[in-house]
């Protein structure tokens, strides 16, 4: 049963009545009042997250007892191990189906966080956090309790120790704009600066000529070391509302990133300054480019998913664009897989699908993701072979990639909430290539780790 339905219990008992419900505890209908008034106790809003809660406390009861259940009949670490040994199993997929085991096996812990500062660690709420390449670092976006957002670097050594802490970096630098999207960006060596894009609160009501700002931080700006020796911000300056970055990792655009705007796509190099743009025909929630060649895949607001060759120059109306791929939904979120055959979207329907390049076609659907209007990420595992994407009822659903069979649904630790939904990072290495596997999710103030057992 997917935890995010709420009649699906009422309905098998007794039918839906309008202006009624039924509570199964008492076996009697109740009349439901008008409005949304937060003090009434029987609105059908009320009456939904009192369900939701329900289901999410029987969830973490079950996760605290050890009642987890593979996906999978019969797959256990023994028989999967007599597979591999009588060559029944490939090494590709014995590993496949470990990590599959091991997903299902995961048990929740709280990490303490560490800082220099003793005002930092635990003081504001998590909004996002991105893992660099290694998984050695997570850069963190928090909110502010006065308002805005400020930015920290949390290093991930001390998750291979029985403390379970982490040491978190915080700097001066903060926006009273909301961040909308981050990457990691790389100039002097891999990973060492990372790009923030973020836009005015404002922009949220629709107001779309408020203007926002595209930033590069170094990551040396987040250390223990002298501050007067840090450098300052590398670039920022002011666009359109911006709604997604990306930076590009081929040679032939080195230096190079894009940034997702209303109605347009801005790439800009971030040594010479030049620009180039690109009009599109709706607003760019998510991008990405490819690693072989200088291309770069945008998803909109449309629903429409589009390639552009940066190579080219920029010309009216929309013959540059190459790939064309549909959704029935904004876009909110595209991986591109590592030999650049396929591409993974996820839209405001909850409809999360797998793209062949080749043919334009949908080749695989995930079900079970749950959104309706918020920019979620997707989080894609290839050498492990999993999905991983939290929903708005900020619940995080694992699938497998193979054959889009969902692993696992974990409940949030807080009650749900439009303002508490989790942002996680999943790896096999957190903390570098000795790291330790699992899940790390925050939510509100609290960092947690659900590791292997």
């Not at 450098?231 to 190079?256: E, V």
């Not at 957190?430 to 790390?440: D, I, M, T």
Request: aromatic share 8%.
């Amino acid at each position: 049963e997917d935890p995010s339905s709420s009649s699906s219990v009422q309905n098998s008992v007794a039918p839906e009545l309008p202006g009624f419900y039924y509570d199964s505890e008492k076996n009697r209908y109740f009349r439901l009042l008008p409005g949304h008034n937060n003090h009434n106790p029987l609105t059908k809003d009320s009456i939904q997250h009192k369900a939701m809660e329900c289901k999410r406390l029987r969830l973490l009861e079950e996760e605290e007892k050890q009642k987890q259940k593979t996906a999978r009949a019969g797959l256990n670490s023994p028989v999967l191990l007599q597979k591999r040994q009588l060559g029944l199993l490939s090494s590709t997929s014995y590993c496949r189906l470990v990590h599959e085991l091991k997903v299902n096996c995961m048990q929740r812990r709280k990490i303490e966080i560490h800082s220099p500062d003793s005002s930092v660690a635990g003081t504001n709420n998590f909004k996002i956090i991105v893992a660099d390449v290694a998984c050695e670092r997570i850069f963190t976006v928090n909110d502010v309790e006065h308002g805005g957002c400020k930015y920290g670097i949390i290093n991930l050594s001390g998750l291979g120790k029985e403390s379970l802490t982490v040491e978190m970096y915080d700097n001066l630098y903060f926006t009273n704009r909301k961040v909308n999207s981050v990457c990691w960006a790389s100039l002097t060596h891999p990973d060492s600066h990372f790009s923030l894009t973020h836009f005015s609160k404002l922009c949220l009501m629709g107001i779309a000529e408020t203007p926002g700002c595209a930033s590069l931080l170094p990551a040396s700006l987040f250390s223990s070391t002298n501050p007067g020796d840090r450098p300052g911000m590398l670039c920022s300056f002011k666009i359109s509302t911006a709604w997604s970055c990306a930076w590009c990792l081929n040679p032939q655009a080195d230096n190079c990133f894009s940034t997702g705007l209303t109605r347009r796509v801005l790439v800009t190099n971030v040594v010479t300054g030049h620009r180039q743009t690109f009009g599109t025909s709706s607003d760019v929630l998510a991008q990405q480019f490819a690693t072989q060649t200088p291309v770069l895949y945008n998803g909109c607001r449309s629903g429409e998913i589009f390639s552009i060759d940066v190579r080219q120059r920029n010309r009216k109306g929309q013959s540059w664009k190459a790939t064309r791929l549909f959704h029935g939904s904004a876009v909110t979120s595209i991986h591109l897989m590592e030999a650049e055959h396929y591409l993974m979207a996820a839209d405001m329907a909850g409809k999360i699908k797998l793209w062949d390049l080749r043919t334009a076609k949908c080749v695989k659907q995930y079900k079970g993701h749950h959104n309706e209007y918020a920019l979620l990420p997707l989080h894609v595992n290839e050498e492990e072979g999993l999905l991983t994407a939290v929903g708005q009822d900020c619940y995080t659903r694992i699938w497998s990639l193979q054959d889009a069979q969902l692993l696992r649904t974990i409940p949030s630790p807080h009650p749900s909430s439009k303002d508490a939904i989790p942002s996680v990072v999943f790896s096999s290495r957190l903390g570098g290539s000795r790291g330790v596997p699992g899940l790390l999710m925050a939510v509100k103030q609290d960092l947690y780790h659900f590791s292997y057992n």
